[in-house]
């Protein structure tokens, strides 16, 4: 049974800081990564997706890795601001007739601080 | 293009009284999702349509949880009796084709069951 495990739970840091969150499963069967980002209140707005024959997807100050033998995977974000502070979860499709569906992550909720 | 449509945003019902939500997908989106978000968790899965056929009800508490979707567009997701952990944020998805390709989520519709 896939797995999908984000550490930390929280994490804050001050602006202008790059940092990292993280993602693993237990399963690397899988189709494809995508990572996700909800505002307090909100719905999950897609960041990257990341197929499961690729390495990385960049968009922005943002930039997404995956490691499948490892059953890894990292979002990298560069020079935070206080606009990035929300909840960033990453979920996995499945690979084999799993139907599409995705499984999350508990997600990491982060705060940049001016 | 227009987003996952939900409606309402929110309902406060007591214990053992009937809800209903409703989502519009993305139009031409033929993969449909609901999810469940519990506070502080990541989304689960409840069902998932293909058109207007089920694909994954698997994690559904049919004795008290129903959904369809008429004519492979709209959907309804039902919760009758509603119990106190049925409080959550119900978020529906869609994607053009099951199995691959990115995921777009509506702003959810959030229960609270007293």
């Known amino acids: 049974k896939q797995e999908v495990t984000q550490i930390p739970a929280a994490l804050s840091v001050p602006e202008g800081e790059n940092l990292v969150l993280n993602c693993s499963f237990t399963d690397s069967a899988i189709y494809n990564l995508q990572w996700f980002r909800q505002d307090p209140g909100k719905g999950l707005t897609s960041l990257l997706l990341?197929?499961?024959?690729?390495r990385e997807q960049t968009s922005g100050r943002l930039n997404a890795s995956l490691d499948k033998s490892s059953g890894r995977s990292t979002l990298y974000i560069a020079a935070s601001q206080p606009g990035d502070s929300a909840t960033y979860l990453c979920?996995?499709?499945?690979?084999?007739?799993?139907?599409?569906?995705?499984?999350f992550g508990q997600g990491t909720e982060l705060s940049v601080k001016p | 293009e227009a987003g996952v449509a939900q409606s309402p945003r929110y309902k406060i019902i007591e214990k053992r009284q009937s809800v209903a939500f409703w989502c519009n997908p993305i139009?031409?989106?033929?993969?449909l999702y609901w999810y469940q978000q519990i506070l502080g968790q990541g989304p689960k899965l409840l069902i998932q349509f293909q058109n207007n056929g089920v694909v994954d009800d698997s994690q559904l508490p049919k004795d008290r949880f129903s959904a369809e979707r008429l004519k492979g567009v709209d959907s309804t997701l039902k919760i009758q009796p509603a119990k106190l952990e049925d409080s959550a944020v119900y978020l529906c998805a869609s994607s053009q084709n099951v199995g691959v390709g990115e995921l777009f989520f509506g702003e959810g519709s959030r229960l609270t069951v007293l």
């Open positions: 139009s031409g989106h033929a993969t």
């Open positions: 990341i197929q499961s024959s690729q």
């Open positions: 979920a996995v499709r499945p690979g084999g007739n799993q139907g599409g569906k995705l499984i």
